[in-house]
């Protein structure tokens, strides 16, 4: 278990209120530590939810890279997940933990309060779910942007711009045998489809110069990156025109993950644990077909949090 996570028991009875109406207008609360970001609770509450973070690419990375590239690969603190089984988020599980959310005595965290018991989601229990390195400043990359890329010069030639799509299937279709060149495809591709994903627009220039240069793509903060957009997204759902629904950006698998760790009634409904490593996102095996809303809310999260 996550013995350094810190969760604290609270021993102030909070009623918890489930009501059956479908009606968006929420009430927000003034926020202090032991207030629900919604203060009416709402077992049927549907809105549709987008994500960019694709877990489920992690298969195309498995079939792309050859046995010498995935050694490679396996030297940087993305390595690792080339072991996992690649899933589809399940956006009605994030949905419900969120539900439950309180306010927090720090800005970095995110914090939820469930049968009594305080989860604190920070910087700590995000490191420890995703292993991931790279925690100082972050740094400008120069570069010219009148200047093409190396990489999109030479394996995409007749294009000033490249999608996450059009990468996608550039490693379905293809096999390198430079082998430094694909684990940099590979980790551009890693960063764009699962850390700090873009949705439909061209890949950063950016992120095409880091991934060519090793040295200055080893020493970039992508933990830091990562937790700054996953948690200002966390944070931003349920604000605004609900009626159109959110969208979750970063990766948001991450706090999946640590709810599994924290909750065995989510963990029962929701996934099978097939390991105990680290980092911890490598311990779970997501279910393909999750439970409905009403199944997550009456046993998701009626089992006491593990200790």
């Given at each position: 278990?996550?013995?350094?996570f810190y969760?604290?028991?609270d021993f102030?009875?909070t009623?918890?209120?489930?009501?059956?109406s479908?009606?968006?207008?929420l009430?927000?609360?003034?926020?202090s530590?032991n207030?629900?970001f919604?203060?009416?609770?709402?077992?049927?509450?549907h809105v549709r939810?987008?994500e960019?973070?694709?877990?489920e690419?992690?298969?195309?990375?498995?079939?792309?890279?050859?046995?010498?590239?995935?050694?490679?690969?396996?030297?940087?603190?993305?390595g690792?997940?080339?072991?996992?089984?690649?899933?589809?988020?399940p956006?009605q599980t994030?949905h419900?933990?969120?539900?439950?959310?309180?306010?927090?005595?720090y800005?970095?965290?995110?914090?939820?309060k469930?049968?009594?018991?305080?989860?604190?989601?920070?910087l700590?229990?995000?490191?420890?779910?995703?292993?991931?390195d790279?925690?100082g400043?972050?740094f400008?990359?120069?570069?010219n942007p009148?200047?093409?890329?190396r990489?999109?010069?030479k394996y995409?030639?007749?294009?000033?711009a490249v999608t996450?799509?059009?990468l996608?299937h550039?490693?379905v279709?293809?096999?390198?045998e430079?082998d430094d060149?694909?684990?940099?495809?590979?980790?551009?591709?890693?960063?764009?489809?699962i850390?700090?994903?873009?949705?439909?627009?061209?890949?950063?220039?950016?992120?095409?110069?880091l991934?060519d240069?090793?040295?200055?793509?080893?020493?970039?903060?992508w933990a830091?990156v990562?937790?700054?957009?996953?948690l200002?997204s966390l944070?931003s759902?349920?604000?605004?025109n609900?009626?159109t629904?959110?969208?979750?950006?970063g990766?948001?698998?991450?706090l999946?993950?640590?709810?599994?760790?924290?909750?065995?009634?989510?963990?029962?409904?929701?996934?099978?644990?097939?390991?105990?490593?680290?980092p911890?996102i490598?311990?779970?095996?997501v279910?393909?077909?999750?439970?409905?809303?009403?199944?997550?809310?009456?046993?998701?999260?009626?089992r006491?949090?593990?200790?």
């Amino acid at each position: 278990m996550f013995s350094i996570f810190y969760i604290f028991i609270d021993f102030v009875n909070t009623c918890l209120h489930l009501f059956g109406s479908k009606n968006l207008d929420l009430v927000f609360v003034s926020f202090s530590e032991n207030d629900y970001f919604i203060q009416e609770r709402l077992d049927s509450f549907h809105v549709r939810i987008q994500e960019r973070c694709k877990m489920e690419n992690l298969a195309i990375l498995q079939e792309f890279l050859t046995d010498s590239q995935k050694s490679l690969f396996q030297e940087s603190s993305f390595g690792p997940y080339l072991d996992m089984q690649p899933f589809k988020v399940p956006l009605q599980t994030i949905h419900s933990l969120l539900m439950y959310r309180v306010g927090s005595r720090y800005e970095e965290e995110i914090c939820f309060k469930i049968n009594d018991t305080f989860l604190r989601f920070s910087l700590e229990e995000f490191a420890v779910v995703t292993g991931l390195d790279g925690w100082g400043d972050k740094f400008n990359v120069d570069f010219n942007p009148k200047v093409t890329p190396r990489l999109v010069k030479k394996y995409f030639p007749k294009q000033s711009a490249v999608t996450n799509a059009d990468l996608k299937h550039f490693l379905v279709d293809h096999t390198l045998e430079d082998d430094d060149d694909a684990v940099k495809l590979a980790n551009i591709f890693f960063v764009d489809s699962i850390l700090i994903p873009t949705r439909g627009r061209s890949i950063p220039s950016y992120l095409w110069y880091l991934g060519d240069d090793e040295s200055s793509f080893s020493l970039y903060p992508w933990a830091r990156v990562c937790f700054d957009e996953t948690l200002k997204s966390l944070k931003s759902a349920f604000q605004g025109n609900l009626n159109t629904g959110y969208e979750l950006c970063g990766f948001p698998a991450s706090l999946l993950i640590f709810a599994l760790e924290c909750l065995p009634g989510l963990a029962a409904v929701t996934a099978s644990k097939v390991g105990d490593e680290m980092p911890k996102i490598l311990n779970w095996k997501v279910k393909k077909y999750q439970p409905h809303l009403s199944t997550l809310l009456s046993n998701g999260f009626t089992r006491s949090v593990s200790s």
